[in-house]
């Protein structure tokens, strides 16, 4: 239970963490889905390549999609691309390595899928068993048959009940070549997946790390910092909740008829404490601001400057745009004392 | 044991965790009543579409209502947009913001139920093999329209006598399973989209106005929860007080007259009891927690609360 403990603290250190785990349950649920779902080749002409071809792709999709509606950072990325400049400035290289990184993690549920699927053979079957090479495979000099007709009877190889042309073509004969084309493909997506994965990995050192790992850090403060904010506020909000019943209650109790109070007021420190943690954001107007310039005007990312704005206050921006503190050039005399 | 007390941890750290839990658990649950239920289509050429179409939609009905009383947050809802304003003004964002995630999180296990129910396909089977066009399949020439009605409501029953060993039952069945399939993936792309933009496309609109009403919500959620705690504490206090008293005013009637001067608390004891100490102050306070809620404004000087309080009095009935 302890490593159990230790995975999941670790899994959730970080929101990249966090993603890898679910990148990977999905990948696993997409393998289950696949040999969970009752694949089930219509055997008609028109609908067959349909199906297929839907089989294959839509899933994918879904998966893809859901891959980005499960990432908490979709919704940062777009914020972070939203907001207006304010005090911040905005770095398009840090928004682009949070879009890379969430797509790269999107897209390994949907390949698992596609691998499965061309392995497997079944999709690839029922979507070309039209096209399939009677003149090779078979009997190609088998007349009186209308090309509507042989199609009809090519579409149903993959339903095995329902096959009448053996004397066209014999069925485990086209099924073989079906699914050795199918896995032919998807030993081949498998391979270029691989490769292109590790040519992304290996190449990266190659084109400036430096920006790399800036747009890295950068990327990574700003999901802590939203958490953080997240954390700080639902603090706030318990904070002010208990303040605000206790006064309440003190309320009541200094109304009551009977002229003394029986209560002693919770001891001055206690209360004082209480509202300190309040951090001096101690009505709906305050708070409201706050929240509002949250989001018009994130503070910059200098700490030890001091803060010359009051509140909500709005600092020219040409003052801490770019901040670069011009060196001090110091003079040095020498007197000689001769 | 440990790893259900840690993940039980986990979910209890917040009222939303709480709520994605119980939201996974239906969705789960409804997995597994679909795949344990024993669909059983009755094969007659009038009740198959109400049978099919009945197991489609009645259960995730259900599944909703479920997820609605499951969910805490929505009696916080209602109480928040039915209470007097008092006060406090109502911001019906929040009673929007809170009613769609509450409708949005209802709303995934029956989701989950139509899906699963299409990607199987005996429903759709069911339902609409008495509707399809004889004429595209094999095996209905020479029979009246009658016969023809009975024989495609039997197509679900594979052990039927009739139906057995017709070629054209197979190929009907997969005929609508494959259109089952088909609907339900394109139901489940639908959604996913639309989930996709609208989580991608929320900061675009008003965002400012989104964390406002995000915090006051969750603030409202957790004023319920303390304001709770604090009438267990004090009703614990009082109960616990009016238990003493009854067993001093037992022994000694002497002692009763002691409790109306100030009594010393113990040393390190924690007043619970703030001063309200009998029924009618009692529920004094739990009618006007009611009808006038405190304004969020925690510099108030008592005096303005006092004067405030005692004018809403007069318009308790």
């Excluded at chain 1, 009877?153 to 096959?163: G, N, Q, T, V």
């Excluded at chain 1, 005007?297 to 503190?325: A, D, M």
């Excluded at chain 2, 020479?142 to 024989?151: K, M, R, S, Y």
């Excluded at chain 2, 400012?208 to 206090?237: G, M, P, V």
Aim: hydrophobic residues 40%; aromatic residues 10%.
């Amino acid at each position: 239970m302890d490593k159990f403990r230790m995975i999941f603290q670790f899994l959730q250190s970080n929101q990249e963490s966090f993603m890898n785990g679910i990148c990977g349950i999905m990948a696993l649920a997409s393998a289950q889905m696949y040999s969970a779902f009752d694949f089930n080749c219509p055997c008609l002409p028109s609908y067959n390549l349909a199906y297929g071809m839907g089989i294959l792709f839509v899933p994918p999709l879904v998966l893809f999609l859901l891959g980005f509606v499960m990432n908490n950072n979709v919704s940062v990325l777009a914020e972070e691309w939203k907001r207006p400049t304010g005090m911040r400035q905005k770095d398009p290289a840090v928004l682009r390595y949070m879009f890379c990184s969430m797509a790269q993690r999107a897209m390994i549920a949907p390949a698992v899928w596609i691998s499965v699927t061309l392995l497997d053979g079944k999709c690839f079957m029922c979507a070309f068993s039209t096209s399939v090479p009677v003149e090779k495979l078979g009997n190609g000099s088998y007349t009186g048959l209308s090309e509507k007709e042989m199609r009809r009877i090519l579409a149903r190889i993959p339903c095995k009940e329902i096959y009448n042309g053996q004397e066209l073509v014999a069925r485990e004969v086209a099924v073989r070549y079906l699914r050795c084309i199918s896995q032919a493909l998807g030993w081949t997506f498998v391979l270029l997946m691989t490769m292109l994965a590790f040519l992304v990995r290996a190449l990266r050192p190659c084109f400036t790390q430096a920006a790399f790992l800036k747009s890295k850090y950068w990327s990574h403060y700003i999901d802590i910092e939203r958490k953080l904010f997240d954390e700080t506020c639902t603090e706030h909000a318990k904070t002010f909740a208990k303040v605000c019943i206790q006064q309440f209650f003190e309320a009541m109790n200094t109304d009551m008829d009977l002229g003394h109070t029986h209560s002693p007021e919770a001891t001055p420190s206690e209360v004082g404490e209480e509202k300190e943690k309040l951090l001096g954001i101690t009505d709906q107007g305050t708070m409201n601001k706050l929240l509002k310039s949250w989001h018009k005007c994130k503070p910059p990312l200098c700490l030890h400057q001091e803060v010359l704005q009051n509140g909500n206050g709005w600092v020219e921006e040409n003052q801490h745009r770019n901040h670069i503190s011009l060196p001090k050039r110091e003079i040095v005399t020498y007197y000689s004392k001769v | 044991m440990d790893r259900f007390r840690m993940i039980f941890q986990y979910f209890q750290s917040n009222s939303e965790s709480v709520m994605n839990g119980i939201c996974g658990l239906l969705a789960l649950a409804s997995v597994k009543m679909y795949t344990s239920f024993d669909f059983n289509c009755p094969c007659l050429p009038k009740y198959n579409m109400a049978y099919g179409l009945g197991i489609m939609f009645l259960p995730p009905m259900a599944l909703f209502l479920c997820g609605l009383i499951l969910n805490r947050q929505s009696l916080v809802m209602l109480e928040e947009w039915k209470r007097p304003t008092g006060g406090r003004k109502k911001d019906l964002a929040i009673i929007r913001y809170m009613c769609s995630s509450i409708m949005q999180r209802a709303m995934i296990a029956p989701v989950i139920w139509i899906i699963v129910t299409l990607l199987d396909g005996k429903c759709l089977v069911c339902a609409f093999s008495g509707s399809i066009d004889p004429e595209k399949f094999v095996g209905f020439a020479n029979v009246t329209p009658t016969q023809t009605q009975l024989l495609l409501a039997k197509v679900p029953c594979k052990d039927d006598e009739l139906m057995k060993n017709n070629p054209a039952r197979k190929a009907i069945s997969r005929y609508l399973k494959c259109w089952s399939q088909a609907l339900g993936w394109s139901v489940l792309l639908i959604l996913i989209v639309v989930a996709f933009l609208a989580r991608s496309l929320r900061p675009c609109f008003n965002q400012a106005a989104f964390l406002q009403t995000r915090y006051w919500s969750n603030y409202i959620d957790i004023e319920q929860k303390i304001f709770d705690e604090t009438c267990c504490e004090h009703a614990r206090d009082f109960a616990h007080k009016c238990i003493l008293h009854f067993f001093e005013s037992m022994q000694q009637e002497i002692k009763l007259r002691r409790f109306n001067a100030p009594r010393e608390e113990a040393d390190g004891e924690e007043d619970h009891l703030r001063g309200i100490t009998d029924q009618e102050q009692m529920n004094e306070l739990l009618k006007s927690w009611y009808y006038s809620k405190p304004p969020l404004d925690t510099n108030r000087c008592l005096k303005g609360a006092l004067s405030h309080w005692e004018g809403t009095k007069m318009h308790l009935p």
